[in-house]
């Protein structure tokens, strides 16, 4: 069974500099989806920024980029030029491509905080 | 405009009542999911939707019912044997799409359930 994992339950950073949230996966398979949700706290689930495996190129949306190592099976998220707006919960997600089901598999969650 | 509506916004259930969560979408997806969250935790699957009538269990679905007898709704009854039903509850939709089609959910903006 596949399974993220997001090993930093909270990061901080100052209002206009760089974060990166980390995020590994386990899985056996080679085609799949990665993406990353933010949860502000109106609690309602946004897509930021999605990658489909079997592209090498990483994924950019504006500020936010991923760093996807497949090899790895890390999926990290990049986001510059951090504004207040962007404190939120930070969950990354797994979808198998082969899974009838479209389940989603979801980490744990960042609690990311900007210092104004 | 289209999207996700959940209903009510804020939910107070007494112990031993059975209560239905509304959701419904016009972006014509396939599948429809409900997710569990806990404070400080990611998100659990309590049950999903591929077609109009048929269900499947999600990791949690003990306590839960749902229906799926229009594409647009798929309701969620939280019943007396949930034995902890507080949590905040999100409804979610996506397409089925076969191959390797985009297939991120959609979520409403939540349902705040609390036993009183």
């Known amino acids: 069974a596949q399974t993220v994992t997001q090993s930093q339950p909270e990061m901080s950073v100052q209002e206009a500099e760089t974060v990166t949230l980390s995020c590994t996966y386990d899985?056996?398979?080679?085609?799949?989806?990665l993406f990353w949700y933010k949860q502000p706290p109106s609690r309602q689930m946004i897509l930021v920024i999605r990658?489909?495996?079997?592209k090498q190129q990483n994924a950019t949306e504006n500020r936010f980029s991923v760093n996807f190592q497949k090899a790895a099976k890390s999926f990290s998220l990049k986001i510059s030029d951090s504004q207040l707006g962007d404190a939120a919960m930070y969950f990354c997600?797994?979808?198998?491509?082969?899974?009838?089901?479209?389940?989603?598999?979801w980490g744990a969650g960042t609690k990311l905080i900007i210092k104004p | 405009d289209g999207g996700i509506t959940q209903s009510p916004k804020y939910l107070f259930r007494k112990e031993g009542q059975n209560v239905t969560l509304s959701c419904e979408q016009n972006?014509?997806?396939?599948?429809m999911y409900w997710y569990r969250q806990d404070p400080g935790q990611g998100l659990r699957l309590i049950y999903y939707?591929?077609?109009?009538?048929?269900?499947q269990k999600g990791d949690i679905a003990e306590g839960y019912s749902v229906s799926r007898e229009k594409k647009e709704s798929f309701p969620l009854t939280v019943t007396s044997a949930q034995k902890n039903p507080t949590a905040f509850y999100l409804c979610?939709?996506?397409?089925?799409?076969?191959?390797?089609?985009?297939?991120?959910?959609?979520f409403g903006q939540g349902t705040r359930l609390t036993v009183v």
């Open positions: 979610a939709s996506s397409i089925v799409a076969g191959g390797l089609g985009w297939t991120e959910a959609f």
């Open positions: 972006l014509n997806h396939d599948a």
């Open positions: 939707s591929q077609i109009v009538n048929d269900f």
């Open positions: 899985t056996s398979e080679s085609d799949y989806y």
């Open positions: 990658q489909e495996a079997y």
């Open positions: 997600a797994y979808r198998s491509v082969m899974d009838s089901n479209y389940q989603l598999i």
